[in-house]
């Protein structure tokens, strides 16, 4: 499950024709019930929006009850997905996401990221709601898959990524559900590794960037 995601203000999303009117959010240690900066279609041009992290149905009347993240698996099966995930898909850039290892005494966070520590394109869901009649926010969910081998041991879940080269058929409304649900697959041993970092980061109120410094060696697939 993803709890935090880690966004350098210079982190470059691998993704062609995006319009950029307003720079997004960025943060070492973002957490859900917050907001943060997702690219979705706006008239078939892909473009930055703010969205609060946490999916918020009309329907729903309590942000606390927001989902942050949702199963690939029951995407259709639970109303609270299935309309966003037919039309309404979004990526969320990071350069990694934050998971928490069990210990015997405590749970050590870890760092994950690409391997060669270019940005990710995390695959999610949006929706909007209305604070007024004329006033509206959107939100968004990520999407997880099972985590590969490699992870597993730190985490069961992990948010599923779309390759830059998929990104704007993933955010078209027009690709059927069949099709996108085709690329929410774990991601490949070689992708991603990970590193131990401070417990600053278990605190989300602790903003500073040495929340994702590395605390020993990164454990990555070796071919």
Request: glycine letters at 4%.
């Amino acid at each position: 499950m993803a709890g935090r995601l880690y966004i350098k203000p210079w982190t470059t999303p691998p993704l062609d024709a995006l319009c950029q009117d307003s720079q997004p959010i960025v943060g070492p240690n973002l957490a859900p019930r917050r907001p943060i900066s997702i690219i979705r279609h706006s008239e078939g041009e892909a473009c930055w929006v703010t969205a609060f992290w946490g999916l918020t149905p009309p329907w729903l009347k309590v942000l606390d009850y927001a989902p942050h993240c949702a199963r690939a698996e029951s995407l259709e099966e639970r109303p609270m997905f299935r309309e966003a995930f037919q039309a309404r898909r979004c990526l969320i850039p990071v350069d990694g996401v934050y998971v928490w290892k069990p210990q015997p005494r405590m749970k050590q966070p870890f760092l994950i990221t690409r391997v060669d520590r270019t940005p990710l394109l995390l695959a999610g869901v949006w929706c909007r709601y209305h604070t007024t009649l004329t006033e509206y926010n959107d939100s968004t969910a990520l999407i997880t898959v099972p985590s590969n081998s490699l992870l597993s041991p730190l985490s069961d879940r992990f948010p599923a990524i779309i390759e830059a080269d998929e990104a704007h058929e993933w955010l078209a409304s027009s690709t059927a559900s069949e099709r996108a649900h085709q690329m929410l697959t774990t991601a490949p041993l070689e992708l991603l590794g990970a590193f131990p970092v401070s417990r600053r980061v278990n605190d989300p109120s602790h903003q500073d960037w040495a929340c994702g410094h590395p605390t020993g060696p990164m454990t990555y697939w070796h071919h």
